[in-house]
T-cell receptor, first 109, second 114 residues
Framework: DAKTTQPPSMDCAEGRAANLPCNHS???????VYWYRQIHSQGPQYIIHGLKNNETNEMASLIITEDRKSSTLILPHATLRDTAVYYC??????????FGGGTRLMVKP | EPEVTQTPSHQVTQMGQEVILRCVPI?????FYWYRQILGQKVEFLVS????????KSEIFDDQFSVERPDGSNFTLKIRSTKLEDSAMYFC????????????FGSGTRLTVV
């Protein structure tokens, strides 16, 4: 079973920041937090991952709380093309990914 | 940007027939995976493959399934005798040895068993 909890759906206005929360209260010390997204029935797309520190790349920022029990994925300026299901996954690097239901983000004009 | 390539994009087969789904992982990746997604359901792990052997498999990956890396570039999933419930999107993925760059998924093969 997935070790994360995410809201099933969220809306965001185009051009605004989308903040997607994830709870992972049972995360262990060597597990990373990964974020993927899936647009329609395409293959999941890697977005970002982190262990303890906040991370930023060209797609998004990842904020991990100090106790590592939750995190937030931030899409700074959401576009219509960011409409997708976003998955928060915790696991050890190199191991299989367990996908939950994710958050269905709808970006609206 | 490097991609994981899957062929065919769509395969229709009759129940009981064998199918082989093909994948070309990213060249410097060493871990390879198959996942599937039945329409409207979650993405499910099937199997991981490393150093020419299965490293982990799920309950779904029973004796009807097998994987192979027949040469230095291809990674295949074979279903020996397809059932209606095997109809799904099948995704191949690959990752670096430490997985530190995340997994790269292919665009999938839609398998329809009739």
């Amino acid at each position: 079973d997935a070790k994360t909890t995410q809201p099933p759906s969220m809306d965001c206005a185009e051009g605004r920041a989308a903040n997607l929360p994830c709870n992972h209260s049972t995360i262990s010390g060597n597990e990373y937090v990964y974020w993927y997204r899936q647009i329609h029935s395409q293959g999941p797309q890697y977005i970002i991952h982190g262990l303890k520190n906040n991370e930023t790349n060209e797609m998004a920022s990842l904020i991990i709380t100090e106790d590592r029990k939750s995190s937030t994925l931030i899409l700074p300026h959401a576009t219509l093309r960011d409409t997708a299901v976003y998955y928060c996954i915790v696991n050890n690097a190199g191991n299989m990914l367990t996908f939950g239901g994710g958050t269905r983000l709808m970006v609206k004009p | 940007e490097p991609e994981v390539t899957q062929t065919p994009s769509h395969q229709v087969t009759q129940m009981g027939q064998e199918v082989i789904l093909r994948c070309v992982p990213i060249s410097n990746h060493l871990y390879f995976y198959w996942y599937r997604q039945i329409l409207g359901q979650k993405v499910e792990f099937l199997v991981s493959f490393y150093n020419n052997e299965i490293s982990e498999k799920s309950e779904i990956f029973d004796d009807q399934f097998s994987v192979e890396r027949p040469d230095g570039s291809n990674f295949t999933l074979k279903i020996r005798s397809t059932k209606l419930e095997d109809s799904a999107m099948y995704f191949c993925a690959s990752s670096t040895p430490t997985g530190t760059l995340g997994y790269t998924f292919g665009s999938g093969t839609r398998l329809t068993v009739v």
